[in-house]
């Protein structure tokens, strides 16, 4: 039997009436810190959450799926950043003022035809929330979830990531740089060596190039950066993006990171024009140092490739022992990209290359905080964020199980296949460089290391 219309009109209005009840019981029952209205528009205050609430809320695991890195690491982090943070935001808040100003001052000229409408005031945001907020959305967390999680606005939100990219860039304490001192380097040699099995005790550091996906940049946006938009083009990827080198140590700490140059270069022209190649030009490993890079790159005084094209012998022998070591830096990249799951899909075109560059270089900056900070094991994603990530409108690329990185690491590794390889040609380098490719400056040395060591690959399966 149908409600009669009466009958159905009441019970709605008690429905109604309960339901205002409870948002109103719940708006008196949390706190009210600010002023959250928008110019003459009366809306509802926002309300807002500490990052300790949320982690009560989440508790450790979910704190660490969801930030990246465990509540304790957290709060060394924000330490770091704090200062440089809260810098920035005084000197945007110094502009606004100055908006305001210049708004209040039109508007008593009667000149407010046109207005720079004033920034609706947000009340204060802890710089932990900031903080917070620029994690999840590295993360790959949707920006929709973190403004209802903190009660901040969508702008905020953005600004947040801004303020703490700007702040990891400006903190000495995490900057990129290979160490120059020997002794240092003799460190990075002696844990290759441990995690050797044939005790290779040359390896410096392990070194490949991924790629930076992006959207096709904008013709203002490539020219600002003084490079063609065809030069962006990955042809082996099928992406636009930014060739990023890196080299790593035992652990997947980058030990060196540098992005100039767009997708469609080869890692060799990359790592030719690079700085590291003018310090190792000039003598920065010490002797006997070497780095460890695929065929990609040349054998040279400072750098050992494997042998093109093997089968068998102590050549494979030497390729799969020398693959043990130059892997580390593949598992690097997949710690980062899984870590801060915004690198699976395009950087908007709306962020400039120059911001990509300063957050990916920011993002490498954090992966070396939380490894020294032992959240080196990299958490799964929530899922609503693996949800958002893998529903992105530009795509996203998947994390496949890496079999050989996983043998070495002793534990499952996943790595982004579609993103890394991708300057491995020489399409762009001159001939001079693939001549070189033939030449053996340590190659020989160390073949003969594993012929002596009685060691050879293990057999692969169906051999
Ligand atoms: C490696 O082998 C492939 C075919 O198996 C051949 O096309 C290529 O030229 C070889 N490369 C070298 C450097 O010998
Ligand atoms: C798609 O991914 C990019 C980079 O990861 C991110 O900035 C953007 O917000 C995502 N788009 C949507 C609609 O979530
Ligand atoms: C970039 O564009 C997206 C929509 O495509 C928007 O949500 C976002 O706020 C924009 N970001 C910036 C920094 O302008
Ligand atoms: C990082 O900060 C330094 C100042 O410490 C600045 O000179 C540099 O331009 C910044 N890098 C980027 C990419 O913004």
Same mark, same amino acid.
């Given at each position: 039997?149908?409600l009669?219309n009466s009958?159905?009109q009441?019970?709605? /209005?008690?429905?109604?009436a309960?339901a205002a009840?409870?948002q109103a019981?719940?708006?008196?029952?949390c706190?009210?810190?600010?002023?959250?209205?928008?110019l *003459?528009?009366?809306?509802?205050p =926002?309300?807002?959450?500490s990052?300790?609430d949320?982690?009560m809320c989440?508790? %450790?695991q979910y704190f660490r799926r969801?930030?990246?890195?465990?509540?304790k690491?957290?709060w060394?982090l924000?330490?770091?950043?704090?200062?440089?943070m809260e810098?920035?935001?005084?000197? &945007?808040a110094?502009i606004r003022r /100055?908006? =305001?100003r210049k708004h209040?001052?039109q508007l008593? =000229?009667g *000149? $407010?035809r046109n207005?720079?409408?004033?920034?609706?005031?947000?009340?204060?945001i802890?710089t932990s929330?900031r903080l917070?907020?620029?994690?999840?959305?590295s993360a790959g967390?949707?920006?929709?979830?973190? @403004?209802?999680?903190?009660?901040?606005s969508?702008?905020e939100?953005?600004?947040?990531?801004?303020y703490?990219v700007?702040a990891? $860039?400006?903190t000495?304490?995490?900057?990129?740089?290979y160490?120059?001192?020997?002794?240092?380097q003799?460190? @990075?040699?002696?844990?290759?060596r441990?995690?050797?099995t044939?005790?290779?005790?040359c390896?410096?550091g392990?070194?490949?190039g @991924?790629?930076?996906?992006?959207?096709?940049?904008t013709l203002?946006?490539?020219k600002?950066?003084?490079?063609?938009?065809?030069k962006?083009?990955?042809?082996?990827k099928?992406k636009?993006g930014?060739n990023? !080198? &890196?080299? %790593?140590?035992?652990r997947g700490q980058?030990?060196d990171?540098? @992005?100039t140059y767009g997708?469609a270069?080869?890692?060799?022209? #990359?790592f030719?024009?690079s700085?590291?190649?003018r310090?190792l030009?000039?003598?920065l490993?010490a002797?006997?140092l070497v780095?460890f890079?695929d *065929?990609a790159?040349i054998d040279s005084?400072?750098?050992? #490739?494997p042998y093109p094209n093997?089968?068998?012998g102590?050549?494979? $022998?030497? $390729?799969f022992f020398h693959?043990?070591?130059?892997?580390?830096?593949?598992?690097?990249?997949?710690?980062l990209? !899984?870590r801060w799951?915004?690198?699976?899909?395009?950087?908007p075109r709306?962020?400039s290359?120059?911001k990509t560059?300063t957050?990916v270089l920011?993002l490498?900056?954090?992966?070396?905080f939380?490894i020294d900070a032992?959240d080196e094991?990299v958490?799964n994603?929530?899922?609503q964020?693996?949800?958002?990530?893998t529903?992105?409108?530009?795509?996203?690329v998947p994390?496949?199980?890496n079999a050989?990185?996983s043998k070495?690491?002793?534990r499952?590794?996943?790595?982004?296949?579609?993103?890394?390889?991708?300057?491995?040609?020489?399409d762009?380098?001159?001939r001079?460089?693939r001549?070189?490719?033939?030449?053996d400056?340590?190659?020989?040395?160390?073949?003969?290391?594993?012929q002596d060591?009685?060691?050879?690959?293990p057999?692969r399966?169906g051999t």
């Amino acid at each position: 039997m149908l409600l009669s219309n009466s009958k159905l009109q009441a019970q709605t /209005l008690i429905v109604f009436a309960a339901a205002a009840a409870a948002q109103a019981a719940e708006h008196f029952s949390c706190k009210h810190s600010r002023d959250g209205s928008r110019l *003459n528009k009366p809306t509802c205050p =926002r309300h807002s959450r500490s990052v300790r609430d949320v982690y009560m809320c989440l508790g %450790s695991q979910y704190f660490r799926r969801a930030y990246r890195m465990s509540y304790k690491s957290f709060w060394e982090l924000y330490l770091k950043v704090k200062d440089e943070m809260e810098a920035t935001f005084k000197e &945007a808040a110094k502009i606004r003022r /100055l908006a =305001r100003r210049k708004h209040r001052r039109q508007l008593r =000229r009667g *000149n $407010n035809r046109n207005p720079t409408p004033p920034p609706p005031p947000n009340g204060k945001i802890h710089t932990s929330v900031r903080l917070a907020c620029a994690l999840r959305y590295s993360a790959g967390g949707s920006p929709y979830d973190i @403004i209802s999680t903190y009660g901040i606005s969508h702008t905020e939100q953005f600004d947040s990531v801004w303020y703490t990219v700007d702040a990891v $860039n400006k903190t000495k304490e995490f900057d990129i740089k290979y160490p120059e001192s020997h002794e240092e380097q003799r460190k @990075i040699a002696e844990d290759f060596r441990g995690v050797s099995t044939v005790k290779f005790e040359c390896c410096g550091g392990s070194i490949d190039g @991924i790629l930076i996906w992006t959207l096709k940049p904008t013709l203002a946006n490539a020219k600002a950066v003084g490079v063609d938009q065809q030069k962006f083009m990955c042809g082996r990827k099928h992406k636009f993006g930014l060739n990023c !080198q &890196a080299v %790593s140590d035992v652990r997947g700490q980058f030990l060196d990171i540098s @992005i100039t140059y767009g997708g469609a270069s080869s890692d060799v022209v #990359t790592f030719e024009s690079s700085d590291l190649k003018r310090h190792l030009d000039q003598g920065l490993l010490a002797p006997n140092l070497v780095l460890f890079g695929d *065929n990609a790159y040349i054998d040279s005084q400072y750098m050992v #490739t494997p042998y093109p094209n093997t089968s068998g012998g102590p050549k494979d $022998n030497y $390729n799969f022992f020398h693959s043990q070591l130059r892997i580390r830096i593949e598992c690097a990249f997949g710690m980062l990209v !899984q870590r801060w799951g915004i690198l699976r899909s395009a950087v908007p075109r709306n962020i400039s290359i120059a911001k990509t560059i300063t957050l990916v270089l920011a993002l490498a900056k954090l992966h070396n905080f939380c490894i020294d900070a032992a959240d080196e094991v990299v958490a799964n994603p929530l899922l609503q964020d693996e949800h958002h990530m893998t529903t992105n409108e530009s795509g996203s690329v998947p994390l496949v199980p890496n079999a050989d990185a996983s043998k070495v690491l002793g534990r499952e590794v996943t790595t982004p296949d579609d993103l890394i390889g991708g300057g491995e040609h020489f399409d762009d380098a001159p001939r001079q460089y693939r001549r070189r490719q033939q030449d053996d400056y340590h190659r020989t040395g160390l073949c003969i290391h594993v012929q002596d060591s009685f060691m050879s690959r293990p057999r692969r399966r169906g051999t």
